[in-house]
């Protein structure tokens, strides 16, 4: 029972999406909350009959034929069907063919799933309301989880939700692809929050867990998504798809069988995705094309000497170079953090210590894990106290128990 339970929510997760994407954009985005509502009780069906007599030989057919028939239905009853859709159609047979099939082809599912994506990515709509769409309208996420994402509530997320589907509805977004003038400006919004939830699953706050894979690999496939539609498949697509590649890369050799953290230099690199590391450099080669040089070709090249495992000191000038050039392009607190490790790594923990106190990072436990870890075999009663705050603003027990083997180690 538990198997199909689980098999179930991996297939509303894959599929919801797909559904949700398609119903919008037939009927308009004003109505995407119609088509999440006749896709949840499509699979609130689904859960009722193949718990009676079992799950049908193709499920997928199964929802669509059903999201078909509630969609007519739904469209119908409530004259929507009449009122809007009629008037746009030209003859009786054309009717009967458009609204009574939904086109669930691969081709008008990718289609559809591009389309939203750049719709939900808008300017009007707040980066932190797009992610959370995207995870709920490209991903299949549960309110239970994007909240979870968010360190929030679901009366919080919910409100986001609503307000952010109103402002497609104000605006009057359609879920078209942007025009060859526009495309530049709104592919970066959509690689920036392709980006934030890669990065939210590489370093998750959620369920107490340190890596959430589900997140990261969503984050990809819609990357790929976009570098199989021309217009999209610029440069700086397949630098984020390489950064992406070579951090998925050692996912498996992150963490333990008990989800403990592996530190970077304990991590068995026997472990190490090979395949993906080269997908990497595959995406890596084509970034190349053209002049431009964004963030995302700075941290890629900064990932990809992370997928030799070699400690060198030419490896690590290298990087501290990258990280000089990334502060100027796109400066961050957190960047600024890691420049300074890649400092010492490079030039010493004397170097490094200099540079670290002037960032004055008082409310991120990287920083004084940074400082703990400069001040250890010079000073180790400062080392001792810099972990300690580390321990005190550290969010997950995974990175409170490495932290206190560090005290331990000091000891």
């Known amino acids: 029972m538990e198997k199909e339970h689980e098999a179930l929510k991996h297939l509303f997760q894959q599929e919801f999406s797909k559904m949700v994407a398609v119903i919008s954009k037939r009927f308009g985005l004003q109505h995407i909350e119609i088509a999440e509502d006749i896709v949840s009780e499509t699979f609130l069906l689904a859960t009722e009959t193949w718990g009676i007599k079992g799950i049908p030989p193709n499920p ?196 333990t069988n008990e989800d403990s953290l592996v530190l970077y230099e304990q991590q068995n690199e026997e472990l190490w995705d090979k395949a993906l590391i080269n997908q990497g450099w595959n995406f890596l080669n084509l970034s190349a094309q053209g002049d431009e040089v964004s963030s995302y070709h700075l941290e890629a090249r900064i990932a990809s000497w992370h997928c030799m495992k070699e400690d060198t000191k030419e490896k690590w000038e290298d990087i501290l170079q990258l990280y000089n050039q990334l502060l100027l392009v796109n400066y961050s607190p957190s960047v600024a953090l890691n420049r300074t490790f890649a400092l010492y790594k490079a030039n010493g923990q004397q170097a490094a210590l200099v540079e670290a106190e002037k960032l004055k990072l008082e409310n991120n436990h990287f920083y ?36 206190q083997e560090k005290i331990d180690g000091l000891n």
């Not at 300690?388 to 490495?402: H, N, R, S, V």
Request: net charge positive; proline share 2%.
């Open 60 to 255: 997928t057919a199964w929802l669509y034929a059903v999201a078909k028939q509630k969609t007519l239905y739904h469209f119908r009853r409530n004259k929507i069907f009449e009122k809007k859709i009629i008037p746009e159609l030209t003859s009786r047979q054309e009717k009967n063919h458009e609204i009574g099939e939904l086109n669930f082809s691969q081709q008008n599912i990718k289609d559809s799933q591009l389309q939203m994506l750049f719709a939900i990515c808008t300017p009007a709509i707040a980066s932190e309301a797009q992610i959370g769409l995207a995870l709920r309208i490209l991903c299949g996420f549960g309110i239970d989880e994007i909240a979870e994402a968010f360190l929030s509530n679901k009366d919080t997320i919910n409100k986001r939700l609503f307000r952010a589907k109103e402002k497609l509805r104000i605006e009057k977004v359609k879920m078209e692809l942007p025009s060859e003038n526009e495309i530049a400006n709104r592919l970066d919004n959509v690689l920036h929050i392709i980006y934030l939830l890669f990065s939210e699953g590489y370093y998750s706050k959620t369920q107490n867990q340190i890596l959430r894979k589900d997140l990261c690999f969503e984050a990809m496939r819609l990357g790929v998504m976009l570098t199989e539609y021309e217009r999209a498949n610029r440069p700086k697509t397949n630098a984020l798809m390489a950064l992406m590649c070579f951090h998925a890369s050692r996912f498996s050799a992150r963490q």
């Open 368 to 403: 004084f894990l940074l400082l703990g870890e400069l001040y250890k075999n010079i000073d180790n009663q400062k080392a001792k106290f810099n972990f300690q705050m580390a321990d005190a603003l550290a969010k997950t027990q995974t990175e409170k128990q490495g932290i």
